[in-house]
């Protein structure tokens, strides 16, 4: 079953600066190790069972061996920035399976790897969509338990735990549809988001919220849209204190993030994209 987002991928031409900007947001960010065969390297910030990835190529003849279409190199290009998201499976097999009998092209599952700093091998199982279902989505599931994975926490901008993520569409109702069959899961009602200005649609998985949102009126979505074109934009993430949060930011040398309030009613503060490596990085909770 897929059960809920495991991560979200935010990719950044260099990592010591991605390092430096999340820890000035807030975030005990660290470096996560190398993957093995990939050319790829990444640092993590880990929450109560989710994290927050930063990913970057570490060496770029070993990348292209290994992924001759050049994707994320394609990606960083283009100012990087909010690329994946990871959706947990606590059994892969059964959920490709499944998606194969809704008629969802994905792979087949996967080993993966890396080799944190201290020198542990932490192990995942991983699928891909397909060409036909070309969604900036993928699926894990975690081989190597949670508490011997986490390395790092708790955050001085008071975050829990990722909340929501948004995903920028330019037909909200088409791309439910599409998600619908991917996931699994029927379609949600198509409701009116007051701070990211669109219509959206919510797809429940535990306690997180995987989001399409189509722009209805200028704002963070209608913005990410003109950018960068369809896909993840906005990590929504649940903190213990908006104006603790806040406070660290200020006295790191960022601009206030700009408040809003929610359609729930909860008030929102958003992290624009130049001070977070081309992501929206928004807060909700109490002051």
């Known amino acids: 079953m897929l059960t809920r987002i495991d991560h979200v991928m935010i990719c950044v031409p260099d990592l010591a600066t991605g390092l430096d900007a999340y820890a000035r947001i807030g ?64 059994d892969l097999a059964a959920d490709v399976a499944a998606m194969r009998q ?48 986490r390395a790092s926490g708790p955050h001085p901008n008071g975050v829990q735990r990722v909340d929501r993520v948004y995903v920028a569409v330019t037909d909200v109702a088409a791309s439910a549809a599409v998600y619908s069959r991917v996931l699994g899961t029927p379609v949600p009602k198509i409701q009116r988001g007051a701070v990211i200005k669109s219509d959206m649609a919510v797809f429940d998985l535990g306690p997180t919220g995987l989001t399409v949102a189509q722009p209805m009126e200028p704002g963070p979505a ?14 929504l993430y649940r903190t213990s204190s908006m104006d603790a949060a806040a406070r660290w930011m200020a006295d790191h040398g960022l601009p206030p993030p700009a408040r809003g309030v929610r359609n729930t009613g909860e008030q929102a503060m958003l992290v624009l994209p130049a001070d977070a490596c081309g992501a929206y990085i928004g807060f909700v909770g109490p002051a």
Do not use: C
Request: glycine letters at 12%.
């Open 102 to 149: 809704r008629g969802v092209e994905v792979s087949d599952v996967a080993d993966g790897e890396r080799r944190t700093p201290a020198g542990q091998t932490l192990r995942w199982k991983s699928a891909r969509l397909g060409s036909r279902n070309a969604l900036p989505i993928f699926f894990i599931q975690h081989l190597t338990p949670l508490a011997e994975r």
């Open 27 to 90: 975030f005990d960010v660290r470096p996560g190790g190398v993957h093995t065969g990939r050319g790829t390297e990444n640092a993590i910030a880990f929450n109560a069972e989710d994290y927050l990835e930063l990913m970057s190529v570490r060496d770029r003849a070993e990348y292209l061996a290994a992924s001759p279409e050049g994707g994320l190199l394609d990606f960083l290009a283009r100012g990087g920035g909010f690329r994946y998201v990871a959706v947990q499976s606590d």
């Open 222 to 235: 209608a913005e990410a849209l003109a950018r960068r074109g369809p896909g993840p934009f906005q990590a």
